[in-house]
């Protein structure tokens, strides 16, 4: 499915899209660029995610994972940051969590109604990653910082008693997902 007839399935139009936010850049979660490109959309990523994918594209250092053709330095209106803790929109928080990448993300959201999610992305392919405290192999580039985000992330998990979505596991999602469809 691609990006503008995702978004139509939930209810709403590409147009009203009012920013993007990448928790990284690795080419299968940084899709769909081509629909805002002059469209003046602010699109989010940590500063040294940034640096790192352009850097890893220009001198073929880590080809393949990241993809020139959304690096459009022009016509897509980059924001990048540098928090650690960076509170995007109220009550939604990107907490710096390097290991899988240098500037990986994991996004807190915290709803009145449902609580706290922590969207993981790539810091945990899937939940027995985190259960387990494994981290993944080849595929975490540094495994010290992995280790620092991971702690970090626990904690936030049992302050906030938060519910983990993790970046590549259809059954939790979709555990979450099939009997609710809303959240708030
Ligand atoms: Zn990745």
Redesign the pocket.
């Known amino acids: 499915m691609k990006l503008p007839n995702a978004i139509k399935a939930t209810g709403n139009d590409i147009k009203d899209v009012k920013a993007v936010v990448f928790g990284?850049l690795?080419l299968?979660?940084a899709g769909g660029l081509e629909h805002f490109i002059d469209s003046g959309v602010p699109i989010y990523v940590h500063e040294e995610e940034f640096k790192h994918g352009a850097w890893a594209v220009a001198t073929k250092a880590d080809y393949g994972v990241y993809l020139p053709h959304y690096f459009d330095l022009e016509r897509l209106n980059w924001k990048t940051f540098t928090d650690a803790h960076f509170e995007i929109y109220q009550g939604m928080t990107l907490h710096h969590s390097p290991g899988?990448?240098p500037g990986l993300c994991v996004m807190q959201i915290n709803l009145p109604k449902d609580g706290t999610f922590i969207v993981t992305t790539?810091q945990y392919h899937v939940a027995e990653m985190f259960e387990n405290d494994t981290p993944h192999g080849w595929l975490a580039r540094d495994h010290t910082a992995w280790i620092r985000s991971h702690e970090m992330i626990k904690q936030l998990q049992r302050m906030f008693k938060a519910t983990m979505i993790f970046g590549h596991d259809k059954e939790v999602f979709e555990q979450l997902t099939t009997p609710k469809k809303v959240f708030e």
């Open positions: 990284h690795h299968d979660h899988h990448t790539d």
